[in-house]
């Protein structure tokens, strides 16, 4: 760490590695945040909102004061083919009363005002940090609801104390198995679950069309463009495909052992991930005519992208990436997609990585590229500076960032309006590196 | 939704009091501030504040986690303090804290203390606010955080010749504004808090990311000895007040003005500063003037028909509904989201005398509300623009009333930090923007609107053609078993690829099919152009004599244009010989005439209801042409035109066109002659005058239905002229066979139980899709929802599946297996309610002394009205 660390805190010195100084217990991370550090993290029941959203049917409750509410309403490219429910933001809005006297009587009230006004199948109730501290029992709220109303009323227990947001993503993956678990001896079905896509820019509906192209049924969509309907019928399934592992892989492992469906980790980002994923959810329902197909669809998708890639590669050639996002896999998968593109990627961090990603991520890069865990502006700003980085992908808050420090920008958030995901995505994502990487503006600054 | 729900907040108008925080602070020189809370909360609110101003936004966090609130978070703040000063070498850090901090009793003051006597070197200013989320919006987080700077600095109460500038959320172009006008007054200020480049930064070659712009402490420090106080704000309270604090305090006077913007609030500004000074505005700022005025009478006119919805802060609020009062534009909702008791008194006046100008009767004025109202007043009021931060973009979208974006938070476009409106020249950006969005809806459709409604010529008759459908088209008629009534034995499959429609018949049910083309009430399952073909090579194995396509909703085909072309396409590639069919409402036809005919279709039907507007506009509600919406006779009009002109197109090119009528008793049965005459002149091959099936929940719900004898009547005399069809079967948009083998419901010979025992309570069988609604046919259901009628109220019992009674059963007939295990699911009820029915099954039903009541309704309701409707058959 020598050279650059000139403004590093101290405790954060442990969560950034060269590649070639990852030795011994190698990268700290699926740690608390730093305080004071202007971490890049959200919250856990920003995890947990984010997981159960997409599920377009259901009414999604946010007990607490309104800001949690007001600062998650429809910020995602979730899309529906058909419930619109889960794009409006409800809230308990406490206020000073309830906080001293309890939100309990609030909430129950909202419930049955909605099952006065509306007939849902499910509704989520969101506890914030307030629920976790004045003692709201919503366990008990949400179980006197179900069984007054005779719905599902689940509870998600996501205080934003409670962890960081893989905890959210925890307490919503318990809520889905509380939602599905009923089911679970309803007679199989021959087809899949498709895990961890939330339909951003109609991402599911891409994986959807590929699994069908070689015929293979999906059953359940968690979560992305899921309802009620849809959601329930996951028990059924005889393979679980898990897109966002960082989100997903909890639940995939509760439905494994409670429901004996087994699951792979598949990943739609970039040619060679798309094919491998592909091929491998073939291999794993063990069907030939399934491999056969596959094999004929990956292989002239790849085709056909190859000419489309030649034309782009020599303006993007040799330039150096930066990458910032929330996940493991996503990081992963964007390092490889980099490469499919001759690009270098020289700095890259997630929010919420575990050990077994970092291990991968360095297995991928380059000696002197540096790895960072929940990292912050600052640091950010040092190591893409000092690595020359060309080009950031990363959120929403990283783009002002990039932008200040003059270097291009590729948007991979969950307010994407384009698909990134699947061969399309490929296509997409190019194009962009491209146009942000070219810009004439660059030329100015 | 709008059902005015009490214990919940829908889509909040309001942010969180932290956000309000954090937005003052920024406007300090060299502060860094730190949310004592979880890290969501700066998260967050970085993540609104960065899409607004498209700037870096570096907000530390406390972090806070289990253990430290439990605990307390004392270590968490005072390490978090220690490491944002080595991050960013602040001189000030804010602290704001948030809902949790506040719960647990975190005693911030004295940690910072406590910080302080750790560290003795610090010189860092630390000033906490006490902020938590419940206790009010960020409106008044941001006058709590300027009263919290002020009160926490030492002041200097030397007299000095300063006035102090105090301001809410403002854009940092707006805050450019007001430092560049009381400059050209000669005025010395310090302005509290001052954002204009600390969230509006240029481009520099070294990043720098604590910003250098912002008010200085020892600024601030001057503000004690200060002459006067201007604080920018109606509504601010006198505990969270700067300006009062700093006369009870310091004996500094202040007054309160609103915010310059519209000609009075900006004459007033000025007119105070030249009393102040006593020197006279500079000529540029009257040359402001003259030309907002001089625009003002310009679009006056214009502006005169808007109905605004103004929505955002109380200031801001106020302010641009005076702006819009003074242009003549009527303010017909305005409303907050903050509690603001004193905004009706404020306003009320001066909004009643606009309306009645121009006779609004009503209008409504909102303190803490949310979207969910705004929104269905909106839609009541006849709201046609809306003035605000980008939240109501979902009504924008939904609605179409174009929202001028002008406060905080805007997410969806750029400039956030650009919005100009105080001064002359800020109104007059602001106007310009609201006028052009009138004057954009107005001139998009003038044109088409007064050529409708005026132009009464003979356009529609063209001299009559000899017919030259082309070889393929005549060749493909002999297989298409709609044209050739006796080639029964010769399929078609229907694609449901194109779910939207364009249009809005007062015969249709939105949600579902559309009823013209298919059996009303059927809801399909829509397929992508991939699946499509798949289905297409599966149904091209297993049904004999498949030789025709067809493209028939469940929307409009056209209205889904991508979608048609792309199946099309791929069924081309993959089947050469498949004979091509679209249904369409024709409103698009002109545009994509050609195409269609260049992609093998040879066989299209227009259904068109009238030909005339004024018959038309009876017809149609409304219909969706390029974007913009058109009613009444407009809409009937561009409709008719385009079919028209479509139609002749397609046959000239050789398609074989027919055309649907469908025929409504009254509206216009007696206009159904004149229909095919015309487009017989324009060479359609025969037309399909079908009756009107009245669907409940529809606006022609309580139509008269046609009788056969009325219909065959009209269609011997209509087939004197034109060729006419007799045999439309009205299929579904999914339906695959000949036109007799693909009845989804057949009724035939199934037997079942009476059970006639009489109950107290009625019991009801729901068929229901949603579980909401009666929306369901009902040989279409796989679920029966069983309700109790009891004491005035129905209560949801069990939800039934149909399949349980059918076990052991798997080899035998589907569809009446279906009918009987419905049958047998509803025993013990007395009626049941589904939106349609067949004939036979309805009347299978009543011998078992099961009342059959169609309708389309929430359940609840239906059920209500049912025993209202039929109180002595039931009970």
């Known amino acids: 760490m020598t050279g650059i660390n000139s403004n590093i805190l101290a405790d954060r010195k442990k969560s950034i590695v060269y590649k070639s100084g990852c030795k011994g217990d190698g990268i700290t991370c699926d740690t608390e945040s730093v305080t004071g550090s202007v971490s890049q993290r959200a919250c856990v029941f920003c995890g947990a909102r984010v997981v159960l959203n997409p599920i377009t049917d259901a009414f999604h409750i946010v007990h607490g004061p309104i800001g949690c509410a007001s600062y998650t309403w429809d910020i995602r490219g979730s899309l529906s083919s058909g419930d619109e429910l889960y794009r409006n933001s409800f809230s308990t809005d406490l206020s000073e009363t309830d906080i001293v006297f309890g939100g309990e009587k609030k909430l129950a009230a909202a419930i049955d005002e909605v099952m006065k006004h509306y007939s849902p199948n499910v509704i989520f109730v969101y506890a914030t940090c307030i629920v976790g501290v004045i003692g709201d029992d919503i366990n008990a709220v949400c179980k006197t609801a179900e069984q007054k109303h005779n719905i599902r009323v689940i509870p998600v227990l996501s205080p934003g104390f409670a962890g960081h947001k893989s905890m959210g993503y925890k307490a919503a993956c318990n809520a889905i198995m509380s939602l599905v678990s009923p089911y679970k001896s309803e007679q199989k079905v ?32 968690i979560t992305g463009d899921a309802s009620f309907d849809n959601i329930i019928k996951a028990p059924t399934a005889n393979l679980n495909i898990v897109q966002c592992a960082g989100s997903m892989t909890y639940l995939a492992k509760r439905m494994e052992e409670e429901m004996d469906i087994p699951f ?28 056969r197909k596959a094999k004929e669809f990956t292989k002239q998708q790849s085709s056909k992208l190859k000419t489309f890639l030649d034309k782009y590669k020599p303006n993007l050639e040799g330039k150096k990436a930066a990458i910032f996002v929330g996940g493991g896999f996503k990081a992963i998968s964007l390092i490889r997609q980099f490469k499919e593109l001759k690009i270098e990627t020289v700095v890259v961090g997630t ?23 929940d990292t912050n502006p600052s640091e950010l700003e040092q190591f893409m500076l000092a690595m020359s980085a060309d080009i950031l992908v990363g959120g929403v808050k990283e783009r002002p960032l990039a932008y200040k420090l003059g270097i291009a920008f590729c948007d991979h958030n969950h307010e994407r309006k384009q698909p990134l995901l699947g061969y399309e995505g490929v296509i997409n994502f190019t194009k962009e590196i491209n146009l942000t990487i070219n810009s004439p503006v660059w030329r100015y600054t | 939704m709008g059902k005015n729900i009490v214990n919940l907040t829908i889509n909040p108008c309001k942010m969180c009091m932290p956000m309000g925080a954090v937005s003052a602070f920024y406007g300090i020189n060299k502060c860094m501030t730190l949310i004592h809370g979880s890290q969501g909360c700066s998260t967050y609110i970085r993540r609104h504040m960065a899409t607004h101003y498209n700037e870096p936004i570096d907000i530390a966090s406390s972090s806070l986690t289990e253990e430290g609130t439990v605990y307390g978070g004392e270590k968490n703040l005072i390490n978090g303090l220690k490491n944002l000063i080595s991050l960013y070498s602040p001189t000030v850090i804010g602290i704001s804290t948030t809902c949790l901090a506040e719960t647990i009793g975190e005693d911030v003051p004295r940690i910072i203390d406590n910080f302080y006597e750790q560290n003795p070197d610090c010189n860092v200013k630390i000033i906490n606010v006490s902020s938590a989320g419940y206790e009010g919006t960020q409106y008044e987080g941001f006058f709590k955080t300027l009263c919290a700077i002020v009160k926490n600095v030492e002041m200097d109460i030397t007299p000095n010749n300063k006035v102090n500038i105090i301001t809410p959320l403002i854009s940092p172009s707006d805050t450019r504004y007001l430092k560049d006008v009381f400059e050209k007054f000669g005025i010395d200020y310090v302005l509290l808090p001052d954002i204009s480049e600390n969230l509006d930064g240029g481009y520099i070659k070294k990043y720098n990311k604590l910003p250098d712009g912002g008010t200085k402490i020892e600024d601030i420090a001057k503000m004690g000895g200060a002459t006067l106080t201007i604080e920018f704000s109606k509504f601010t309270h006198d505990e969270i007040s700067a300006a009062a604090y700093l006369q009870e305090k310091y004996g500094v006077p202040y007054i309160r003005l609103p915010l310059p913007v519209g000609i009075r609030d900006t004459d007033l500004l000025i007119q105070s500063l030249e009393k102040f000074t006593g020197i006279k505005a500079p000529k540029s700022i009257n040359k402001q003037r003259e030309r907002y005025l001089d625009a003002m009478i310009d679009s006056h006119k214009y502006n005169a028909q808007g109905r605004a919805v103004i929505f955002g802060e109380p200031d801001f609020i106020y302010s641009a509904s005076r702006l819009c009062c003074e242009n003549g534009i009527v303010p017909v909702i305005v409303a907050t989201g903050t509690r603001c008791d004193t905004l009706t008194n404020a306003l009320d006046d001066e909004i009643k005398k606009i309306a009645k100008n121009v006779f609004v009767d009503e209008y409504k004025i909102l303190s803490n509300t949310d979207f969910d109202l705004i929104e269905s007043e909106a839609l009541r009021l006849g709201a046609n623009i809306m003035i605000g931060s980008s939240d109501a973009r979902r009504i924008e979208e939904k609605h179409g009333i174009t929202l001028i974006r002008c406060a905080f938070p805007i997410h969806d476009q750029i400039g956030g930090q650009r919005v100009r409106t105080f001064g002359y020249d800020g ?10 969005a009138l004057l954009f809806k107005k001139d998009s459709s003038f044109r088409e609107n007064l050529y409708n409604e005026f132009y009464k010529g003979d356009k529609y008759i063209s001299t009559s053609k000899s017919k030259t459908f082309s070889q393929k088209a005549m060749e493909r008629t002999v297989t298409h078993p709609c044209y050739n009534a006796c080639g029964t034995e010769n399929a078609r499959m229907h694609l449901p690829i194109a779910p939207k429609c364009n249009i809005s018949c007062n015969y249709c049910v939105r949600k579902f099919d559309c009823p013209n083309e298919s059996r009303p009430g059927v809801t399909t399952k829509v397929l992508t152009p991939q699946d499509a073909l798949e289905k297409y090579k ?38 050469p010989d498949v004979t091509f069919c679209v249904s ?6 002109p545009m994509y005439a050609d195409e269609m005919v260049s992609l093998g279709v040879t066989h299209v039907t227009v259904t068109c209801n009238a030909v005339n507007p004024s018959v038309g506009s009876k017809i149609y509600r409304y219909i969706n042409y390029m974007g913009t919406k058109y009613e009444g006779e407009t809409g009937a009009a561009i409709l008719m035109a385009n079919q028209l002109s479509g139609i002749k197109m397609l046959c000239e090119r050789g398609a074989m066109c027919k055309v649907n009528i469908v025929m409504v008793k009254g509206i216009n049965d007696f206009h159904i002659e004149e229909i095919v005459d015309t487009v017989k002149s324009l060479g359609v091959f025969m037309t399909n005058i079908m009756p009107m099936i009245p669907v409940a929940g529809s606006v022609f719900e309580n139509m008269p239905l046609t009788n056969n004898k009325e219909l065959t009547l009209l269609r011997n005399k209509c087939g004197q002229s034109l060729k006419q069809m007799y045999h439309c079967k009205q299929c579904r948009a999914d339906a695959i066979g000949t036109l007799e083998g693909d009845q989804s419901i057949d009724f035939q010979d199934y037997q079942s139980d009476s059970n006639k025992e009489q109950i107290e309570k009625v019991r009801f069988a729901v068929i229901s899709k949603s579980g909401i609604l009666v929306d369901q046919h009902f040989g279409h259901a796989t679920q029966v929802y069983i309700y109790d009628y009891e004491n005035g109220e129905a209560k949801y019992i069990e939800k039934r599946s149909c399949k349980k009674y059918c076990e052991g059963q798997e080899n035998c007939d589907d569809k009446f297996d279906k009918f009987e295990e419905i049958v047998k699911s509803m025993k013990d009820c007395k009626a049941v309610l589904c939106m349609r029915i067949g004939d036979i099954p309805s009347k299978k039903l009543a011998e078992q002394g099961i009342k059959v009541i169609t309708t389309y309704d929430k359940i609840e309701t239906a059920i209500a009205q049912s025993i209202k409707d039929y109180r002595r058959e039931l009970i």
């Open chain 1, 264 to 291: 792979i980790k598949v990943s739609f980002f970039g040619i060679e991930d798309t094919t491998d994923s592909i091929m491998r959810i073939a291999y794993a329902l063990g069907n030939d005519a399934c491999i």
């Open chain 2, 584 to 589: 369409t409402n024709g409103l698009m036809l």
């Open chain 2, 427 to 436: 109104s007059l950006d602001l106007l310009d923007r609201i006028t052009n």
């Open chain 2, 538 to 575: 599966v149904a091209k194995e297993k049904v004999p004599h498949l030789s025709v396509v067809g493209i028939a909703g469940p929307g409009d085909a056209l209205a889904n244009w991508e979608n048609t072309k792309n199946t099309l396409s791929l069924i081309r590639a993959y089947d």
């Open chain 1, 190 to 221: 021959d087809g899949i679950n498709i895990l961890g896509d939330f339909n951003l820019a109609g991402e599911m509906w891409i994986i959807q069309n590929y699994l069908k192209q070689i015929g293979v049924n999906v059953v359940s969509r």
């Open chain 1, 351 to 373: 929010q919420t990585g575990k050990k077994e990603d970092y291990e991968i991520i360095k297995s991928l890069v380059n000696e002197n590229t540096i790895v960072l865990d």
